[in-house]
């Protein structure tokens, strides 16, 4: 039923309390709150067995085996991963130093310069392809482009990782830049500084954990990538600095010596397998604790 109030409009009636709704209510929320809890325990569960498998298996050859101080060895013989952890240093290094100048560049021109233009679209739309295409068919691209008419070399590989590093920092760049306040900008503008300074000191400056973190991301991302190496830098299984020839890398050296028979080069892809994971993991502990320690 309803009331009339002093101003003559028509007042609701209290609700009554509805046990037997409110229990339903329970129900579905602690059966949508299980299932959450067993998806993340599902995923956890395989998580925590893969790096228990590495641990076991990838500890035994950092403990026994001079990893550090060898090369990679023949058949049945000591040795170590000395030529491919220095070698994907070199073509990682080298693909980050190309790639990630170019997508902060491309970051900053889509967020401050040219937001909503044609080209933008274009730009976003392109970087959204190539952030998506496959590694493999990068490495197929890079062959085609750099290897096919001359040899392997480290600089091929160090060119395909630019190329997956590329999109991921134009992504993460704009995004950072987007998130800082127009206020600033306006502030910057009405004391008369130029575009160019405003971006370089006030929005990059802002937005500098951001920008990093996105780069740190990049960096793990193409640290355990094979396929594109496979097709560019190869392997060698030599040291050698010289960029210019097929370098020696973990990833194909997992690749090798896990198709391999023998128990050698077994126990020293696993260790290389370990030591790409705890890389990657360093690198993203990195990354949050640097966008943490930004946001306090």
Known sequence: MTTMSATNK????????????YR???WRNQIGLGFAIFAM????????????????????????????????????????????????IMISGAGLFIGAPIGLLAGIYL???????RLAKVIRFLNDILLSAPSIVIGLFVYAL???NASFSGWAGAVALALIVIPVVVRTTENMLLLIPNALREAAFAL?????????????????????????????????????????ALNNQYFSLDMGQA????????????????????????SAALL??????????????IGTKDLH
């Open 41 to 88: 325990g599902f995923g956890l569960f395989w998580l925590g067995w893969i790096l228990w498998t590495l641990i076991s298996h990838g500890i035994t050859g950092l403990i026994e085996m001079p990893i550090f101080t060898q090369d990679t060895p023949p058949p049945m013989s000591a040795g170590g991963l000395k030529n491919a952890i220095v070698g994907s």
């Open 192 to 232: 008369g500084t130029p575009k160019w300074k405003l971006v370089l000191q006030v929005t990059m400056k802002a937005a500098r954990a951001g920008l990093l973190t996105g780069i740190l991301l990049a960096f793990a991302r193409i640290t355990g990538e094979t396929a594109p190496l496979l097709f560019t």
């Open 276 to 289: 790409i994971t705890l890389s990657v993991l360093v690198l993203n502990l990195l990354a949050r604790y």
């Open 247 to 270: 370098m020696g890398n973990l990833p194909n050296t997992i690749y090798q010596f896990a198709m391999s028979p023998y128990y050698n080069w077994h126990a020293l892809a696993w």
């Open 10 to 21: 028509p007042m609701q009636a209290p609700r009554v309390f509805n046990q037997s709704r």
């Open 24 to 26: 339903k209510r329970q």
């Open 146 to 148: 750099m290897v096919k």
């Open 111 to 117: 967020a401050e310069f040219s937001a909503n233009s």
